[in-house]
């Protein structure tokens, strides 16, 4: 019995001494993770539902140690939630550190949170400078994330770092206010450790040489992470729990060149290799992309180009991600690559590396970007081409996703320059600050104004006294300039007397009042043609050769001199199949006239209804939207300033002798943001029915709301009936809500004018809808550009196309099998008559 009694005392002790090395082991865990909100004596949930823990647990410092929890004085209304913005930690004195656990065998990415805003009325943002070093690495030097944030235009922004594993299982920030300045401290907002996985497990070839470099023992920082064609996905969406954020890549794209954007198929299922492991990219950026377009003649004569500023002096690997959405066999799509001006890869095919539509896929290349003397921010750029000598089927490129980091150098220095403000925000904060302290000088020129300006009232009255009626009072116009928004002394009036537009540099002529009564038969009321806000348009003869519309300004009409200038200056510089030609222009004896290309076939409308010209069929509606697509996307991508057209309705597309869309008066336009801008903020101006929502409500004004008006022109071509009719029960006076309403409901085809019933493709209506509806998104970021809408307008048509050869087909065969039928039977006839007659 003894032997059984010591047997469970010996299990008892071993369990004993397992629980205590397993508590040991458990006592002091390495997180995979930390959320911290400095200077937070809480923490938080952000906007994407993160908890956040305060930063008391993580921070050490000596007593001796100046540091503050401060929380800012004012919210920026760009600031995603409040934690962690709202709070920092300060550092007013010597270097202070924030220690983590971590695994000694992991990378981890560090994000460092700012927003430089005031937190204590005794420190200012503008003096703050300071280093950041981890783990020996340096992350920033000599940093200003005032400078920063101004530079980027932004309130806040996150700099992110893939740190190599620490060996001793601590890892340690540490910042250090600069020491050469006075009044300079350092501040964090939020700092994240997340543990990751090794993201490079190949070593990427150098572009110049194509030698392979390791990364295993660099730290690297994030510089870009792009949605290639997609949308921003927030880091709740990321995959792997890696917390990253895509951006959209728009704003990095290179000219007027913007290829179009494509999403896969809802029937597409991403699917990545055995190998490929998911937390590589999430799906939303493989189901994404941008590709240059249908057109192979177009895709010649360009580069799909992404341009990035960087650092100097180091060494970057950009990693392009890759998903062959469409095609489905060897050499239908191939391109080269190139990154910073140096092939990378000729003849890259997405789909000969996967053998798969849907596998993603990513290549990594690694440059190294010099300093350029006098140069302040270096530039990477990233390009694509069709590969022509591999002869592939189309000539097309694709890219879905793209991320630039930049690697450590020698002495692990991670820490750029501060970057420069463009100097467009120099001089307007220049204005401001001689504004500012100038105030003796403004009080002394304004004196001399008004001085200036009594004089000229004493100079006018006499004047008007004399009665010398044939001097004409109104000041002279201006001459247009090259700037696409220019404003005239005069551009008040709503005449044109007086005012003079000078030719020089314009694609069109100045005709004289006798040349234009002539043409119209002194504006006889049999040759009017339309009347529209900026007057009666005439049909004329100019010069006894050519047919034209000729546009006379009414007198009493809202729109004038600044419609009218608009209208010249943007039309006599553009030249398009699918615009309008602006011949020339008269402004004699008061008038203001416009004269065009005689479009014979009227307006769009008048060939949908309101008239009594026959209905168009479904293939030649879609044939003038395509036309009308293209020259808007002319207008947005093509033209030497993005051109909003701000005012696309069924009216303003015009039809010529051919049947060939063009798209009409331009006297609202506006030029488009530039590279620095998302959007131009101006008064609404358009036509009711046709508004953009959100360009109503925040008066900000993108080529997405010439989109959201397209999409009201779409669903009238579709459903044969004007966008606001107010004779309507509520529901449908607006088409746009009435349109979207039966969408939701699957009741689309009950809306479809009467004429095109039965004789519109399934699949066709499902593809024109599915375009009309995104473009009607109420969120502009939402909609697609025009080269997608034109895109996908095209494709419609061919599956029509396709629908319309297949009945043809159908019916070939019944008329063959019918002719068959009736042959036999003939022949049965003739065989049986010719029996009866012989009598056999």
């Given amino acids: 019995m003894r032997p059984h009694s010591q047997y469970p005392f010996s299990l008892i002790i071993f369990s004993i001494i397992l629980i205590l090395i397993t508590t040991a082991r458990t006592e002091e865990p390495a997180a995979k993770s930390f959320l911290i909100s400095c200077g937070s004596s809480t ?6 539902g993160r908890t956040w823990l305060p930063d008391s647990k993580y921070f050490t410092t000596p007593s001796s140690i100046d540091t503050k929890n401060s929380t800012a004085k004012q919210q920026d209304p760009s600031l995603p939630s409040q934690i962690p913005y709202m709070s920092a930690r300060i550092f007013t004195s010597s270097s202070s550190t924030f220690r983590f ?9 560090i994000r460092l949170h ?5 937190y204590d009325s005794s420190l200012d943002p503008n003096n703050s400078y300071f280093s950041v070093d981890a783990n020996g690495f340096t992350l920033l030097n000599n940093f200003s994330a005032y400078l920063t944030a101004k530079a980027l235009a932004k309130a806040y922004f996150i700099k992110e770092y893939s740190l190599v594993p620490a060996e001793s299982g601590k890892l340690s920030i540490t910042f250090t206010p600069c020491s050469k300045r006075h009044g300079s401290y350092a501040f964090i907002n939020g700092i994240e450790v997340i543990a990751i996985p090794d993201l490079f497990t190949q070593p990427p070839p150098l572009v110049s040489t194509h030698q392979s470099i390791s990364v295993a023992n660099s730290s690297l920082q994030t510089m870009i992470r792009l949605n290639v064609g997609g949308q921003y996905i927030s880091p709740d969406r990321d995959s792997g729990g890696l917390s990253r954020t895509w951006y959209d890549d728009s704003p990095y794209l290179f000219a007027a060149a913007l290829g179009v954007t494509a999403v896969a198929d809802k029937n597409l299922t991403i699917q990545y290799y055995s190998d490929l492991p998911e937390y590589i990219a999430p799906k939303d950026v493989y189901a994404t992309a941008r590709t240059m377009g249908p057109d192979n003649r177009v895709n010649l004569n360009y580069n799909l180009s992404w341009v990035f500023q960087v650092d100097a002096n180091f060494t970057y690997i950009v990693r392009l991600h890759f998903c062959e959405l469409f095609f489905t066999r060897n050499n239908q799509r191939k391109f080269n690559i190139y990154v910073n001006n140096q092939t990378a890869l000729e003849g890259a095919d997405v789909y000969e590396w996967t053998q798969s539509k849907g596998a993603p896929i990513y290549q990594d290349f690694v440059t ?14 990233v390009e694509l081409h069709p590969a022509v000598k591999t002869k592939p089927q ?38 401001k600050g001689n504004k500012k302290h100038n105030n003796l000088a403004a009080i002394i020129a304004t004196g001399l104004v008004l001085l200036v300006a009594a004089l000229c009232l004493l100079v006018y009255l006499r004047k008007k006294r004399k009665g010398d009626r044939n001097e004409t009072v109104l000041g002279n116009w201006l001459a247009i300039h090259d700037s696409p928004n220019t404003t005239t002394e005069c551009g008040h009036h709503k005449s044109g007397a007086g005012c003079s537009i000078s030719t020089q540099g314009l ?21 009017v043609i339309g009347v529209g806000g900026f007057g009666k348009v005439y049909k004329g003869v100019i010069r006894g050769v050519k047919e034209v519309a000729v546009k006379r300004s009414n007198p009493s009409s809202n729109q004038g001199i600044n419609e009218f200038q608009n209208e010249i200056y943007m039309l006599s510089k553009l030249r398009h199949r699918h615009l309008v030609s602006l011949i020339g222009f008269c402004q004699e004896d008061g008038e203001m006239i416009l004269i065009y290309d005689y479009m014979a076939n009227g307006t769009l409308q008048q060939h949908l209804y309101k008239s009594n010209k026959p209905s168009l069929p479904w293939n030649q509606r879609l044939e003038i939207c395509i036309g009308a697509a293209r020259g808007l996307h002319y207008l947005h991508t093509g033209a030497k300033f993005t051109i909003i057209h701000r005012d696309v309705k069924t009216t303003n597309i015009l039809l010529d002798e051919s049947w060939v869309a063009k798209v009409s008066d331009f006297g609202l336009s506006k030029t488009g943001p530039n590279m620095n801008q998302t959007h131009v ?10 508004f953009d929502p959100e360009y109503f409500r925040r008066q900000q004004l993108t080529e997405k709301s010439d989109v959201y008006s397209f999409g009201v022109v779409l669903f009238e071509v579709l459903c044969g009936r004007q966008a606001l009719d107010p004779t309507l029960p509520t529901e449908q006076v607006s088409l746009a809500d009435w349109a979207l309403m039966n969408l939701e409901k699957g009741s689309l085809e009950d809306i479809i004018d009467p004429h095109l019933q039965g004789k519109i493709s399934i699949d066709c209506l499902k593809k024109f809808a599915e375009i009309a509806e995104k473009c009607l998104s109420d969120n502009g970021l939402e909609r697609p550009s025009m080269g997608d809408v034109l895109w996908t307008l095209e494709l419609a048509l061919q599956l029509q196309k396709n629908a319309d050869a297949g009945k043809l087909e159908e019916k070939k065969k019944e008329k063959a099998n019918d002719d068959s039928c009736i042959l036999f039977d003939d022949s049965n006839y003739f065989h049986n008559k010719i029996a009866m007659t012989t009598g056999r």
């Fill in 681 to 690: 903020s101006t008064m609404v101006k358009g036509s009711f029915g046709y």
């Fill in 368 to 381: 190294f970007v010099v300093d350029v003397p006098g140069v302040d921010d270096q530039e990477l750029w």
């Fill in 114 to 118: 700012f927003y430089p805003s005031t």
């Fill in 394 to 431: 189309y000539y097309d490129a694709i890219l879905n996703g793209l991320e630039i980091f930049k690697i450590n150098d020698s002495s692990g220095n991670l820490a750029g320059k501060n970057p420069t403000p463009s100097k467009l925000l120099l001089d307007s904060e220049a204005k």
């Fill in 101 to 109: 656990p971590v695994s000694p065998n992991t990378r981890h990415y």
């Fill in 507 to 527: 694609l069109c002529e100045n005709f004289s009042m006798e040349e234009i009564k002539l043409a119209t038969n002194n504006f006889d009321e049999s040759k």
């Fill in 43 to 48: 923490g938080g949930t952000d906007s994407n």
